[in-house]
C-alpha cells in the first residue's frame, strides 16, 4: 500500500462530483490498486465525549460529543486490515445531516470530504504527522504483524477554509508493508 499526500487533493476534487463517479472508487483503491469487489470494509461508529487532547485540538470544551467512527479495510484474500483508523467529528458540525450519524452508509461515496460538503464544510488544508513505534498487543494482533515489525502512526488533521479543525484522524499502518510518501510541489517564483 502507498499512501501520498495527493490523496486529499483527489478526494477533495471528487467531492462535488455525480454520485456515480464518486461510486466507483475510493481512497482505499487509489491507495492499493484493487478494485472495490477485492476489498471488505467494515465501519463502526459511536458518540463519545471529547478527552481533554481531542477536545484542545478542535477548540470545544472537553466532554462535548464527538462521532468517532472507527474503520477497518482489508483485501478479500487476506485476514488482516490495511491500517486501523479511528477518526473523529464533532457531532454538531455534521448533525445537520442525520445520514452521517449512521454506520449503514458506509462505504460513503467520496468520503470525508463529501460528507463535510453535505453539511457545508470545505477542507481547507489537511496537516498529517507521522511517527513510529513498536505496536500494542491488540494492534499487532489485528494488523497480523510478525515480531518486532513497527506501526507507523499517522494523525491528520483536517481544517475548513477558516481554519477551523474539522476531523481528526489517527491511523495505524503496519510498518512492514505500508510506505508514505510526501511530496511538495513549490509554486515557480
Not at 499487532?140 to 499517522?154: K, Y
Request: aromatic share 6%; net charge negative; glycine share 6%.
Amino acid at each position: 500500500m502507498l499512501r501520498d499526500n495527493h490523496r486529499h487533493q483527489w478526494e477533495k476534487d471528487r467531492a462535488r462530483r455525480p454520485l456515480a463517479t464518486r461510486a466507483g472508487t475510493g481512497a482505499t483503491e487509489r491507495d492499493t490498486g484493487l478494485q472495490m469487489r477485492d476489498l471488505v470494509f467494515h465501519a463502526r461508529y459511536r458518540e463519545v465525549a471529547a478527552p481533554p487532547e481531542l477536545a484542545d485540538a478542535f477548540g470545544v470544551p472537553e466532554g462535548t460529543p464527538l462521532l468517532e467512527r472507527v474503520y477497518r479495510t482489508r483485501c478479500s484474500a487476506e485476514s488482516a486490515p490495511f491500517s486501523l483508523v479511528t477518526s473523529y467529528l464533532v457531532r454538531a458540525m455534521i448533525a445537520a445531516n442525520p445520514a452521517l450519524l449512521d454506520d449503514s452508509h458506509e462505504p460513503w461515496p467520496g468520503g470525508t470530504q463529501n460528507q463535510l460538503h453535505t453539511v457545508g464544510i470545505e477542507v481547507g488544508r489537511v496537516e498529517e504527522r507521522v511517527s513510529a513505534r513498536p505496536p500494542t498487543p491488540r494492534q499487532a494482533w489485528e494488523l497480523g504483524l510478525p515480531p518486532g515489525a513497527p506501526v507507523i502512526l499517522l494523525r491528520k488533521t483536517s481544517y475548513d477554509i477558516t481554519d477551523r479543525v474539522v476531523e481528526i484522524s489517527e491511523v495505524t499502518l503496519p510498518g512492514d508493508r505500508a510506505e508514505l510518501l510526501f511530496t511538495t510541489s513549490l509554486e515557480r517564483w
